[in-house]
């Protein structure tokens, strides 16, 4: 009988560097939806949304339905639904983020409110990866928090890979506020469980399978995550961490592979095998 397998493929450094597709990426996933192996996209990058991730994606020339996708800004909205109370929030963060936290219907204060005393009235501050962030972004975050406000983290990366190398990510802004104020956050994404809570939703509508394999380039978010919840961990050397860092970790894959490009032929072949 056939092993049934899903998948969860983390994004940034495993399909794509910045706006430049891994070779290999389309014709993995043209691959699966061929074949009808089920699968998810899984992103700690809260700064698009899911219908903002698919755009991105058919620019590249890969195909993947929206709903298919799950990024930690997603998860974050579902975690606060879930365990919190409505009240304003206060977010640090991109355009993705705003989107999943304006569907809370909750109210979002601004820096322009804040500035005008706005920030005694926030209730939960989101921080996430924030291209466009400020001196003022943080400091009204710092007072909000110090005022009791809640504070929640998107995901954990301290870095992401992009084109030209390796960039500040969430992790490096939840670090900040976290010494500015003495706080520490929950943080949702990966490898944490409100990000395996998001994806197993997803996961249960492809029905039973034997095994759920964990894609990504980072050790200490997609190969502990793995770990953490029982799924085989693969990991491709396109992104953040190379060899030598399991070394230095004693974080271990089940699997290291170049590329998702390799990745496809180990599937031809694993597919082939459980017929």
Same mark, same amino acid.
């Given at each position: 009988?056939?092993? %049934?397998?899903?998948?969860?493929?983390?994004?940034?450094?495993?399909?794509?560097?910045?706006?430049? *597709?891994?070779?290999?990426?389309?014709?993995?996933?043209?691959?699966?939806?061929?074949?009808?192996?089920?699968?998810?996209?899984?992103?700690?990058?809260?700064?698009?949304?899911?219908?903002?991730?698919?755009?991105?994606?058919?620019?590249?020339?890969?195909?993947? /339905?929206?709903?298919?996708?799950?990024?930690?800004?997603?998860?974050?909205?579902?975690?606060?639904?879930?365990?919190?109370?409505?009240?304003?929030?206060?977010?640090? !963060?991109?355009?993705?983020?705003?989107? &999943?936290?304006?569907?809370? &219907?909750?109210?979002?204060?601004?820096?322009?409110?804040?500035?005008?005393?706005?920030?005694? &009235?926030?209730?939960?501050?989101?921080?996430?990866?924030? *291209? &466009?962030?400020?001196?003022?972004?943080? %400091?009204?975050?710092?007072?909000?928090?110090?005022?009791?406000? !809640?504070?929640?983290?998107?995901?954990?990366?301290?870095?992401? *890979?992009?084109?030209?190398?390796?960039?500040?990510?969430?992790?490096?802004?939840?670090?900040?506020?976290?010494?500015?104020?003495?706080?520490?956050?929950?943080?949702?994404?990966?490898?944490?469980? /409100?990000?395996?809570?998001?994806?197993?939703?997803?996961?249960?509508?492809?029905?039973?399978?034997?095994?759920?394999?964990?894609?990504?380039?980072?050790?200490?978010?997609?190969?502990?995550?793995?770990?953490?919840?029982?799924?085989?961990?693969?990991?491709?050397?396109?992104?953040?961490?190379? *060899?030598?860092?399991?070394?230095?970790? !004693?974080?271990?894959?089940?699997?290291?592979?170049?590329?998702?490009?390799?990745?496809?032929?180990?599937?031809?072949?694993?597919?082939?095998?459980?017929?």
């Amino acid at each position: 009988m056939r092993r %049934k397998i899903s998948l969860i493929f983390d994004m940034d450094g495993v399909l794509y560097r910045g706006n430049k *597709p891994v070779d290999g990426a389309r014709e993995l996933i043209e691959f699966l939806k061929d074949t009808g192996v089920p699968f998810i996209l899984l992103t700690n990058n809260s700064t698009k949304d899911p219908s903002m991730y698919r755009e991105k994606l058919i620019s590249m020339g890969i195909d993947v /339905p929206e709903e298919a996708i799950v990024t930690s800004g997603l998860a974050t909205r579902l975690y606060m639904e879930k365990h919190l109370k409505p009240g304003k929030i206060f977010v640090i !963060g991109g355009e993705g983020l705003r989107r &999943e936290m304006e569907r809370l &219907e909750w109210g979002i204060i601004g820096v322009d409110e804040a500035r005008s005393g706005g920030w005694k &009235e926030v209730k939960y501050v989101v921080v996430g990866l924030d *291209p &466009e962030l400020t001196y003022e972004k943080l %400091k009204y975050a710092t007072l909000a928090v110090r005022n009791g406000a !809640g504070f929640i983290g998107t995901n954990p990366d301290t870095t992401y *890979p992009a084109e030209d190398g390796i960039h500040p990510g969430a992790g490096a802004i939840i670090a900040a506020l976290r010494a500015s104020t003495g706080v520490e956050p929950p943080v949702i994404g990966k490898p944490n469980e /409100p990000a395996f809570e998001a994806a197993r939703e997803r996961l249960r509508g492809f029905g039973d399978v034997d095994e759920i394999w964990m894609v990504g380039d980072r050790l200490d978010t997609d190969i502990v995550f793995a770990k953490r919840f029982g799924m085989k961990a693969v990991m491709v050397l396109t992104g953040v961490n190379t *060899p030598g860092d399991i070394e230095k970790t !004693g974080i271990v894959p089940n699997i290291i592979l170049p590329s998702v490009r390799e990745l496809l032929d180990y599937l031809k072949t694993f597919v082939e095998a459980s017929e």
